[in-house]
């Protein structure tokens, strides 16, 4: 396959898909994290462009109805321009570049220059839209044959901003289009509906075929409307629908009352739920995950950032001597990635802790000590919070046994203190640090619009630092108002309680003190007041 030599720029074509994050390619992922400069559309994922790196220059090209930041001329100028210059050039495109994303156009344009191209298919919400409300396009028992179609044909004068009519006219072949296959799939048809149904009934489709509007397709807003091409059209007013939307048309509609399943309440219990996650980045792929899975949309700001410390030397002496300690804690997560790098560079691995007993502070941190050391805890406690540890020690006698506790720079002293008044010795390492991140003006944004539903709390420093990033803002008042409409989920008592230091009434606190826990604890307040 063709790739950019050194110092010679290409254009990478990728399909983004149709929004889910999930659902872009590995090869896309691959280009999209080497590219210098990243040419993305609306209908690109947020999450998506998180795979680009961080130095990458992001320009936005996004194209709705009647308005474009760029021509279409103008976007193929840019990339030629920037590939020119020896940059490696990602042009995401939602859906598949080849199917009615002028991919086609930009390839050509590319070709013209002598710029190098390569195009990485993408899923195209023709089939994925469908899909993710339950509508096969195909089915051995309702449709053997489906049809993809543009809700508008090329009219350039869209591209000089000159307003048209919206008529799915053009030069389309209605008689042969309306009997071309069982499903008809219209993409970017909404503003020509009424003239899209029209002309099919015209042309001999029965007025009770199914038709189901797809708005959003595989996005937590995702928004589905039913009908049929006699009565769509009112339906779709009603509802207040408008584009993004795929059109699918056909007797495959009728199995989205058995095949629903995105959104579905009954199987998705946070579908349409946008959840705030403040946890840092380095741990937040696992909630952010579980909550996806069950359908919420998920706004990412880490309100701290982790930092290794880089003075190795206290931690390095002690895992050379690990075996002059009777224990050693984990309280963290953050902590086994670190204790696994020096381990590395010390030529050290498991056999270091045959002679020292392992604690971990909760399920999450002992599976990673499982998975990234190959180290089962020897004691874990029923609840992940330092009071519980120490309640529930399973070591009777700790006069003059030593005890390792590498941790966060500013964590609490509980555990220390009561470890050393059961007569152990206690040597705490701190080996990273909690940074604050400056409040994202996004996060702000959704507050003061009331669409955020819920904000997860992980850990006490996460309360801390949102509070601290909202006391530098110039709303401080006003969004700290619209934050007591909010939902806020604590994953445990100990960050409930700091919640409540800062004036504010946790609304959940996790009865089971893990991410899973919390996700579930999420679940239950909604179902009850939904």
């Known amino acids: ?45 947020p999450a998506v462009l998180d795979y680009a790196r961080s130095e990458a220059l992001r320009i936005y090209v996004g194209k709705a109805s009647a308005r474009h930041t760029l021509t279409q001329e103008e976007i193929n100028a840019l990339l030629i321009r920037h590939a020119q210059e020896g940059k490696r050039v990602a042009r995401l495109k939602g859906g598949d570049p080849f199917v009615f994303g002028r991919g086609g156009e930009e390839a050509e344009a590319c070709r013209a220059a002598g710029v190098p191209y390569i195009v990485v298919p993408g899923i195209t919400s023709a089939i994925a839209a469908p899909a993710y409300a339950g509508i096969p396009v195909t089915h051995r028992d309702a449709a053997s044959s489906f049809c993809v179609i543009t809700g508008h044909e090329r009219d350039d004068g869209k591209e000089s901003g000159r307003r048209t009519t919206g008529s799915a006219e053009g030069r389309r072949d ?47 807003q995702q928004r589905v409307v039913s009908g049929t091409l006699a009565d769509i059209v009112d339906r779709i007013r009603e509802a207040g629908l408008g584009p993004p939307a795929v059109c699918v048309v056909g007797e495959v509609v009728r199995l989205r009352e058995r095949l629903r399943w995105f959104d579905d309440p009954q199987r998705q219990p946070l579908f349409g739920k946008r959840i705030l996650v403040t946890r840092a980045r380095e741990q937040a792929s696992s909630l952010v995950e579980l909550l996806r899975i069950r359908g919420a949309e998920v706004l990412e700001y880490p309100t701290i950032r982790i930092e290794r410390l880089k003075d190795t030397n206290e931690l390095d002496k002690a895992l050379q001597s690990l075996n002059g300690y009777a224990w050693i804690v984990i309280t963290s997560v953050n902590t086994v990635p670190v204790i696994a790098e020096r381990l590395e560079a010390l030529q050290l691995d498991a056999r270091a802790f045959s002679m020292t007993k392992v604690a971990a502070i909760g399920p999450a941190t002992a599976n990673a000590l499982r998975e990234k050391l190959g180290i089962r805890a020897d004691f874990v406690p029923t609840e992940a919070v330092a009071e519980a540890l120490i309640d529930q020690w399973p070591d009777s006698e700790m006069r003059g046994k030593r005890v390792l506790l590498p941790r966060a720079r500013e964590a609490r002293e509980v555990l220390p203190e009561r470890l050393r008044a059961m007569g152990a010795i206690v040597d705490v390492i701190p080996v990273y640090e909690t940074v604050a991140v400056e409040l994202a003006e996004a996060v702000v944004e959704n507050l003061m619009t009331g669409s955020i539903d819920a904000i997860t709390f992980t850990a006490s420093s996460t309360v801390k630092n949102l509070m601290q990033a909202l006391s530098r803002g110039a709303d401080d008042l006003e969004v700290r108002a619209r934050l007591r409409s909010v939902c806020l989920a604590a994953i445990g008592p100990v960050t409930g309680q700091t919640l409540k230091e800062y004036g504010f009434e946790p609304t959940i606190v996790a009865e089971e003190h893990t991410i899973a826990g919390l996700v579930k604890a999420l679940e239950s307040y909604f179902a009850q007041r939904d």
């Open 1 to 45: 396959m063709l790739e950019a030599e050194e110092n010679q720029g290409v254009v990478y074509l990728i399909g983004a898909g149709p929004g889910d994050p999930g659902l872009l390619t590995l090869r896309g992922r691959e280009l999209l994290m080497q590219a210098d400069i990243v040419v993305y559309d609306r209908l690109v994922h």
């Open 174 to 220: 209605w008689a042969r289009l309306a009997h071309a296959a069982d499903t008809l799939i219209f993409l970017m048809g909404v503003e020509a509906l009424p003239e899209i149904v029209a002309r099919l009934q015209e042309h001999g489709r029965d007025p009770q075929t199914p038709v189901a509007l797809v708005q959003w397709g595989t996005w937590p």
